[in-house]
């Protein structure tokens, strides 16, 4: 591990709650406007019903720094692009742009209190990981690498 690594281990995770407090924000406040349902039914729905599929990005992102934050080894690099992912998906500036999160995101960021509440405290976390690094072919090189690594996870 070089001198300009060190364990993110701590901030990952602070990252991945911040994000699942959001989750959980928008679960209570989309839960307004559906039937009531069980625990179980209501993740099954999350996860096979169309209407909850804009939330995928989201979920699976928690579930992709939790199994980095596990890494012991992960450079600062990977975890900037980590943090510069999470921020793209909650701004929708940078990259990857998920247009469909974001336009639910949005309206509910922008109407449902608790939901802009977590959203900031989110943001707050996210800036405590590594900035990217300056060079667009170091950028792309750790982008590269958060995206094998999420995929290896997946599959």
Same mark, same amino acid.
């Given at each position: 591990?070089s001198? +300009?690594? =060190?364990?993110?281990a701590?901030?990952?995770?602070?990252s991945?709650?911040?994000?699942?407090?959001?989750? +959980?924000?928008?679960?209570r406040s989309?839960q307004?406007y559906?039937p009531?349902?069980?625990?179980?039914?209501?993740l =099954?729905a999350?996860?096979e019903?169309p209407?909850?599929?804009?939330?995928?990005?989201l979920?699976q992102l928690?579930?992709?720094?939790? !199994?980095?934050?596990?890494?012991?080894?992960?450079?600062?690099t990977?975890?900037?692009?980590? +943090?510069? !992912?999470a921020?793209a998906?909650?701004?929708?500036? +940078?990259v990857?742009?998920?247009q469909?999160?974001?336009?639910?995101?949005r309206p509910?960021?922008?109407?449902?209190?608790i939901v802009a509440i977590?959203?900031?405290?989110?943001m707050r976390?996210? =800036?405590k990981l590594?900035p990217e690094?300056?060079?667009?072919?170091?950028?792309?090189h750790? !982008?590269?690498?958060?995206?094998?690594r999420?995929k290896? !996870?997946?599959s």
């Amino acid at each position: 591990m070089s001198d +300009g690594e =060190r364990l993110w281990a701590k901030e990952l995770s602070e990252s991945s709650a911040a994000l699942r407090e959001i989750l +959980g924000a928008i679960i209570r406040s989309e839960q307004q406007y559906t039937p009531a349902q069980s625990p179980l039914s209501l993740l =099954r729905a999350i996860q096979e019903d169309p209407n909850w599929a804009w939330l995928k990005p989201l979920y699976q992102l928690v579930a992709d720094i939790d !199994h980095a934050a596990d890494d012991a080894e992960l450079p600062a690099t990977e975890v900037a692009a980590i +943090g510069a !992912h999470a921020r793209a998906l909650l701004s929708g500036v +940078g990259v990857p742009i998920e247009q469909t999160f974001l336009d639910r995101y949005r309206p509910l960021l922008q109407n449902e209190p608790i939901v802009a509440i977590t959203h900031g405290n989110a943001m707050r976390a996210l =800036r405590k990981l590594p900035p990217e690094p300056e060079t667009e072919a170091e950028r792309l090189h750790a !982008h590269h690498q958060w995206t094998m690594r999420r995929k290896h !996870h997946r599959s």
